[in-house]
């Protein structure tokens, strides 16, 4: 149990366009979803924390008019990279927490390697 | 704020040996966990710990949360190739920090 899905696994896009990455729990309801970007041989940093319905948090120095978050269901959170630049590739990776009492772990899905040209 | 220190950074094992990496922290936190990413893949929780002392084991994989909320440390026991990889250790209260990682490489 507890899987954590991401689409697309890659993607490269010209500077100035948009893209869009999908995060899905599959066998569970997901309170809380998390999205981190993760530079090569760097540890995972958290972007925004979202719950389901409400406006996402996001941590300090990340743009939320670039990085929109949308977690429309308990199942489905999406982030969309607005007007990519190189320096915004990176991999990115979602997570997805469920409550059950102490048990509230978050699950990681695969990540998603984004390179802007 | 709560910063996680792991070390070590990188290990360099013959297959066979047992591993031991650990995580400290300046500030306490509820639960401890530990996580595998393997290169290209996102991180695979292999132990979450809630309780300080608590000592969990997973296999070859062993865990423990310091009695002072403030450290944890992983065992890996008898390696394999297949545990090539990076560890992250996490400490968690209301938010979730990471430690740097330990990158293993274990040589046949």
């Known amino acids: 149990g507890a899987v954590v899905s991401q689409h697309p696994s890659w993607v490269i896009c010209k500077s100035g366009t948009s893209v869009k990455i999908e995060c899905r729990s599959l066998d569970f309801q997901a309170t809380t979803m998390f999205w981190y970007r993760q530079f090569p041989k760097q540890s995972l940093m958290l972007m925004a924390t979202?719950?389901?319905?409400?406006?996402?948090?996001?941590e300090q120095g990340v743009e939320k008019d670039k990085f929109l978050i949308n977690h429309a269901s308990l199942t489905l959170s999406t982030l969309t990279v607005t007007s990519a630049h190189p320096e915004d590739s990176s991999f990115y990776i979602c997570?997805?927490?469920?409550?059950?009492?102490?048990?509230?772990?978050?699950?990681f899905g695969p990540g998603t390697r984004l390179t802007v040209l | 704020g709560q910063q996680l220190n792991q070390s070590p950074q990188s290990m360099f094992i013959q297959e066979g040996e047992d591993v031991s990496m650990n995580c400290t922290s300046s500030s306490i936190f509820n639960t401890w966990l530990w996580y595998k990413q393997d290169p290209g893949e996102g991180p695979v929780l292999l132990i979450a710990l809630y309780k300080a002392g608590e000592l969990t084991s997973n296999g070859r994989l062993t865990a423990q949360f310091g009695i002072t909320r403030k450290d944890s440390f992983l065992n890996i026991s008898a390696s394999i190739p297949s545990d090539v990889g990076i560890y992250f250790c996490a400490g968690r209260n209301n938010d979730m920090r990471f430690g740097a990682g330990t990158r293993l490489t274990v040589k046949p």
């Open positions: 979202s719950n389901e319905g409400s406006k996402a948090t996001y």
């Open positions: 997570s997805a927490s469920y409550n059950r009492g102490r048990l509230d772990t978050q699950y």
